[in-house]
Structure formats: C-alpha cells, structure tokens
C-alpha cells in the first residue's frame, strides 16, 4: 500500500483527536506482545470480539501501525 511506503520513507506524522493536534513518528508494530495488543483492540472496537472468540480474518491479518507521540500542538486547544 502507498501509506506504508510513505511512512517508511517519512514516518513524521500529525493527528487530531478532538480539538488537539499531536506529532508523532508512524512505525510498524514489531514486537509479539505489541502486536497482539493491537489486533484485540481493533477487533474489540470494531467488531465487537470478545476474549472467548477467535479474531477474524482481517484482525489476524491487517497490518499494525503505531503512532509513538511526541508532543502536543498547544495552537490546537
């Protein structure tokens, strides 16, 4: 996909949530335990898993990406 080869090449990234705006670094989730933690979370927030289930298809096989946040652009609030 075109975003993963971009966040390869320029991991800087910006996001909203709410009224605030945070700078980061965009990386693929490496690391077992962290992966895992993902795939639950995305899976209990977006399709309704639960611990006692398998995760689907799409959850055991999106890509991860994690966003490591940096500082807080204060101008937002």
Do not use: C
């Amino acid at each position: 996909s075109d975003w993963v080869r971009n966040l390869r090449v320029r991991p800087e990234v910006r996001m909203r949530i709410g009224k605030h705006t945070f700078a980061g670094s965009a990386r693929l989730v490496q690391d077992e335990k962290e992966d895992l933690l993902a795939r639950t979370r995305v899976a209990e927030k977006y399709q309704e898993w639960n611990e006692d289930e398998t995760l689907s298809e799409w959850a055991r096989t999106a890509l991860p990406v994690a966003i490591d946040i940096h500082w807080q652009d204060e101008a937002s609030t």
